[in-house]
Each structure stands twice: as C-alpha cells, then as structure tokens.
C-alpha cells in the first residue's frame, strides 16, 4: 500500500512562479486536505474536500486553490507564490466524512519542503 | 470553536525517565483527540487516539494518553524514554459534531523531545 503520496518532496520557487503541488492516495478515501507546517505554529488547514467535485476552505486559504476531480488526486496550486508560502505542506486523507470522520484517523503524506526566493 | 495548547515547546529527559507532555484542549462539543508524532524530515504518524470510549488510551511504543473532561487534558505519558522517541510531538482535537467542522484538525504548536543518553 502507498498510502498518501506527495510530489515533489522539495521545491524552489522565485517570487511570482505557479506551481501544482500533487497528492495522491490508494485508499478509496473519501476525505482529503491540506496543510502547512511553519515553526511553532503546528499545522494549519488551507484546503480540504468531502469528496470528488466538492472542496472548502480551511483557516488559511489565500493564495492556494484546489480542485478535486477525482476520488484519488487532490493538488494544491500555487498561482503566483510569495515568500510567505514557505514552508512544508502536508497531505491528509481519511475514508469518511462527516461526523464518523472526527473519530477515524487522518493518514499523512510525507510532506513537500517549499523554499520561495 | 476548538483549540489546542501544548504546555511546552521543548522537554527534556534521559533515557530510562518518564516522559509527560502536556496538551490542554477547548472545544464546543464532545472532541476526539489525537497525539501524532514527527521525526525529523518526516511525515506525520499517529500515536493515540481518543474518541469517547475509554479515558486512558493505550498508544503504539509504549505511550499512552489520558482524557480528562474535568481539566480538559489529554497528556501524554510513557514510562521509560529511549533515545528513538526524540521527535515533535502534536496533539491534535477533531470535533465530532456540530455546523461543518466535521473531522477538520487543529493542532497543537507542538513539543520537542529531547531524550539524552
């Protein structure tokens, strides 16, 4: 089982680039989201979706998009990255949603380091 | 709304003492909880889980964890450190009911563990 799969596992930007960060997962799981890890701060949520078509915003949104067009892929895209947005970006995934989803334990990917110059 | 504070950002122990890190949680509605531990350049990996049932929950390594709704703590003990628990440490609070905070987590900043031989 690969579980949750991230690529790349590190990334340099310049100011202004886009790029696609990609999330895969073999578990038929229905719940998946994002997060970024900065010093101190734990992680924070950016994105998330309750399945395929549907996606939210977590607590710190701005400057990311997502979109989920299938139950396996979830990517996260950085339109024009800011120096802002460095830090290591995790992937979750889980195989509920709603209220069984609090109880049921969110499988982590192993992280993509984002330098942005 | 739900939160999470961790008590220390650094504990130190040899190896062979106990280990206590200390995580306080608020929520509006009955939490789950979660310790998750990261070693370095690593993904995220679960520990424990707490979700209604048994107040002393019984962890992977010899860790374990207690709920008390009185305090609202869910602290992390182990009895005897070894030098492969040095890592960071996140507790972590899923509500489990109410609007559509459904299985969104809020971390805790995190704790360091230091175990020196």
């Known amino acids: 089982n690969a579980g949750v799969t991230q690529t790349p596992k590190f990334q340099v930007l310049k100011t202004g680039q886009s790029m696609t960060l990609q999330c895969a997962q073999d578990m038929n799981h229905e719940y998946m989201s994002w997060y970024r890890q900065d010093p101190g701060m734990g992680l924070r949520l950016i994105h998330y979706?309750?399945?395929?078509?549907?996606?939210d915003q977590g607590e710190v949104p701005n400057g990311y998009n997502v979109s989920r067009s299938t139950t396996e892929d979830f990517p996260l895209r950085l339109l024009s990255a800011a120096p802002s947005q460095t830090s290591v970006y995790f992937c979750?995934?889980?195989?509920?949603?709603?209220?069984?989803?609090?109880?049921?334990?969110?499988?982590f990917g192993a992280g993509t380091r984002l330098s942005v110059l | 709304a739900q939160s999470v504070t961790q008590l220390d950002s650094h504990v130190s122990v040899s190896e062979g003492t106990p280990v206590l890190l200390r995580c306080n949680y608020s929520s509006s509605y009955s939490p789950s909880l979660f310790w998750y531990v990261q070693h370095p350049n690593k993904g995220l990996q679960l520990l424990l889980k707490?979700?209604?049932?048994?107040?002393l929950v019984k962890g992977i390594n010899g860790f374990e964890a207690e709920f008390k709704k009185s305090e609202t703590s869910f602290h992390l003990t182990k009895p005897s450190a070894h030098m492969s628990d040095a890592a960071e440490y996140f507790c972590v609070v899923s509500e489990s009911a109410g609007g559509t905070s459904y299985g969104k987590l809020t971390f805790g900043q995190g704790t360091i563990l230091t175990v020196h031989p």
């Open positions: 979750a995934s889980s195989y509920s949603v709603g209220t069984v989803l609090a109880k049921n334990i969110q499988y």
């Open positions: 707490y979700t209604s049932a048994a107040t």
């Open positions: 979706s309750v399945g395929a078509g549907i996606t």
